[in-house]
């Protein structure tokens, strides 16, 4: 799976890519509804993987509690 920090830099560029297109041509384009389409999937990759790190926390600091060093 593709890092955090690697989705958003991949998502940082598509929108520098969409402001040049709008730049360039002064108006909406279908390149830019293709850019547009991409900054989406990339967001719910984010959202999907960002939510996996928070599962295995929060699993990692249920089972914490259960093993404990006793002195």
Known sequence: MISVQA?????RALELD???HYIQEGKYT???VKIDEKIRDIINQIKMSEAEIAHRQ???????PE???AS
């Open 7 to 11: 989705l958003y830099t991949k998502k």
């Open 18 to 20: 969409w402001e040049q």
């Open 30 to 32: 279908l390149d830019m």
């Open 58 to 64: 929060i699993k990692v600091e249920m089972v914490a």
């Open 67 to 69: 093993f404990s060093v």
